[in-house]
């Protein structure tokens, strides 16, 4: 058996191309999910129904998780969700907030703890989180996103510094345009976005482009490296005049 690899929200999105992309490479994948997986999707992996929000539904990730491989090597916390509503900063309610910060902070920290206590244990394992150009990019109409993916940002930086004594590497992979569920909503706007070159590269992005990022930090190629931020954005990040 290769590495073992956990990754939230692995049903659809990034977190199926992660998963799918990992399980290719030979790791033995669990993948959490809010939803029902598909049957392809059974047929590969680890299937947990888990809320991110629950801290119930975090600890039997990991038991199952452990129960069936023995061990998780790399996680990789990518489950997140966008506004119900997207409000103006100014009318934005504090429920939306709330939910937000719940999935998307609250969620990845308390399992990254979780996870990072058994990967002490083990003497080894790597962490990846996926947060978004949201963590540094204002979006006045989901600034709950934002926030929470600002957090998450801090998140990795907090948690590089605490594991860095115990050889586990804490990363951020910070996605930008990249074509999934979330994205089709706006598909129109970034479109046109794109094509007057909001970003270098002039395409939108795949989830298999952050899978191959995770890849690529999941071999432990970077010893000497932790807290890292890899843009996978096509470039936005840069500023151009």
């Known amino acids: 058996m290769g590495k073992v690899a956990l ?39 680890l299937c947990i129904a888990a809320d991110n929000a629950s801290a119930e539904d975090r600890q039997r990730a990991v038991d199952e998780t ?26 934005m309610g504090e429920d939306s907030m709330r939910e937000l910060i719940d999935v998307n902070l609250i969620g990845p920290f308390f399992l990254t703890q979780l996870v990072a206590k058994r990967m002490i244990e083990q003497g080894s394992g790597t962490i990846v989180n996926i947060t978004s150009m949201s963590s540094y990019t204002v979006s006045v109409n989901r600034g709950e996103y934002c926030v929470s993916k600002a957090g998450l940002s801090m998140m990795t930086q907090l948690f590089a510094v605490r594991l860095a004594e115990h050889g586990i590497p804490v990363y951020e992979i910070r996605p930008g345009i990249i074509a999934t569920d979330m994205t089709s909503k706006v598909k129109d706007k970034y479109d046109a976005l794109i094509a007057g070159g909001i970003t270098p590269i002039k395409r939108w992005g795949q989830p298999e482009d952050i899978a191959k990022a995770v890849y690529a930090l999941s071999l432990d190629l970077l010893p000497f490296s932790t807290g890292e931020v890899i843009n996978v954005d096509g470039g936005f990040h840069l500023q151009r005049l």
């Open 66 to 91: 452990i129960a069936k491989f023995g061990r998780i090597d790399l996680l990789v916390n990518n489950a997140g969700i966008a506004p119900r509503v997207r409000a103006d900063l100014l009318d």
């Open 7 to 45: 990754i939230t929200g692995g049903s659809r999105g990034i977190g199926r191309g992660v998963a799918d992309y990992l399980y290719e490479k030979g790791f033995s994948v669990a993948i959490t999910s809010r939803r029902e997986a598909d049957e392809a999707a059974k047929a590969k992996f």
